[in-house]
């Protein structure tokens, strides 16, 4: 049986230009080293150099590259790339959140989402994959077919795109809006797991965009095997898509558990490395109405979590066309975090955000697989001649 490569492959030597995103520091000496016939510490020398204009300043012209040669320039412009994936579109919410849809190919696109006053400033919910395999039933994303995993360089590129609009270059600063990179958006980001962790340690790196490992969160909805390499190569921040406390009711609503079930999931996140009272593993629960949020599911979020170091962020569902189910009323909640709360843990009930553009949490689907604005048009002026 042939395995199937959902990342993109490159057959026969890399074109030049070859875009810088997703490469290591390592790889651009490399490049440059072999092209140029450089020695090591030169190269390693020339790859800092543009590192910190890349992603540090955020420059997309090398001549912008000042304390670099015009004949070094001219030599690394021919190598690299620093072009951003097209912005497709962009909508903003009322109350600030942005969401891009974002070109990475012929018919591949994703969305990602700025959430302002998150964190410490702002976060960005970045896609892993475009569609998703995992077909939990409260997710719009859950209901598009799976096309491919980004690479590390496309995962990258999103922030790219985002600091480019905000604006936010230079990086870093008391004033940064960016503090904090979220894996939320589309895809299980444990199924791309290398690109993802490629992708953290570019982000993560001081001299460049310089966000702390402990500001990136990435998001499971259940991968058990590999939940212990994330904590290990990339010292980000775990949380695990929950909303169940017994595996029937899991079964139905993240069907990945009847692969892995709450025992296999616990056990998992108990090994997490680094876990602890500073570093505690975030639970994410959906409110749906009538479906898990009884006062009784409620304590028995609480006997499941009692022996890891958790906090429990509920989430009140965000409708999108055709679902299944209804968000809890709010004083059902309210009650359910109260019983949670009294027994230790922090459960802040998560602010919706960017509903009205479709941003907020399970909504994300790429334009790709919606009905494109211009066939609406066109339908709508059809019938208006009717």
């Known amino acids: 049986m042939t395995a199937l490569d959902l990342t993109l492959a490159t057959t026969g030597a890399a074109a030049l230009p070859r875009s810088l995103f997703g490469m290591s520091r390592a790889e651009i000496a490399g490049v440059i080293a072999d092209a140029l016939a450089l020695d090591a510490k030169k190269a390693k020398m020339r790859a800092s150099q543009l590192w910190r204009w890349a992603y540090h300043y955020g420059v997309t012209d090398f001549e912008a590259m000042t304390d670099i040669g015009k004949e070094m320039r001219a030599d690394l412009a021919r190598l690299f790339s620093l072009e951003r994936p097209r912005v497709a579109d962009r909508q903003v919410s009322i109350d600030g959140t942005r969401k891009y849809l974002i070109e990475i190919g012929p018919g591949a696109e994703i969305e990602c989402v700025f959430i302002p ?24 994303t859950g209901t598009q077919a799976l096309v491919r995993n980004l690479t590390a360089g496309e995962i990258v590129a999103q922030v790219m795109a985002v600091k480019d609009d905000l604006p936010e270059w230079p990086s870093g600063g008391d004033d940064r809006r960016l503090s904090n990179i979220v894996f939320m958006g589309m895809g ?22 310089g966000i702390s490992r402990r500001r990136i969160t990435v998001s499971t909805s259940g991968v058990a095997p590999e939940i212990h390499r994330l904590g290990e190569e990339t010292g980000a921040m775990l949380a695990i898509s929950l909303h169940a406390t017994n595996d029937a009711l899991r079964d139905e609503l993240v069907p990945i558990n009847r692969k892995y079930n709450i025992a296999e999931l616990m056990a998992a996140c108990a090994a997490y490395p680094g876990a602890g009272n500073t570093k505690r593993i975030t639970f994410e629960y959906v409110m749906l109405k009538g479906v898990n949020d009884s006062n009784a599911e409620a304590r028995a979020l609480v006997r499941l979590l009692k022996d890891l170091p958790a906090k429990i962020n509920l989430i009140p569902f965000n409708p999108w066309p055709g679902a299944p ?12 975090a109260e019983i949670v709360n009294k027994a230790g843990y922090a459960s802040p009930i998560r602010t919706p955000r960017g509903r009205d553009i479709a941003a907020a949490c399970g909504q994300l689907k790429s334009q790709s697989v919606k009905t494109r604005a211009s066939e609406r048009l066109k339908e709508r002026l059809a019938e208006a001649e009717q």
């Open 188 to 209: 299980e980001p444990l199924y791309n797991l290398d690109n993802v962790a490629r992708a953290i340690e570019i982000i993560s790196d001081g001299d460049g965009i």
């Open 117 to 140: 006053d998150v964190g410490r400033a702002g976060a960005l919910c970045v896609s892993s994959q475009v569609g998703c395999t995992l077909n939990c039933t409260f997710c719009h």
């Open 325 to 336: 189910y209804e968000c809890s009323d709010w004083s059902r909640i309210e009650a359910f």
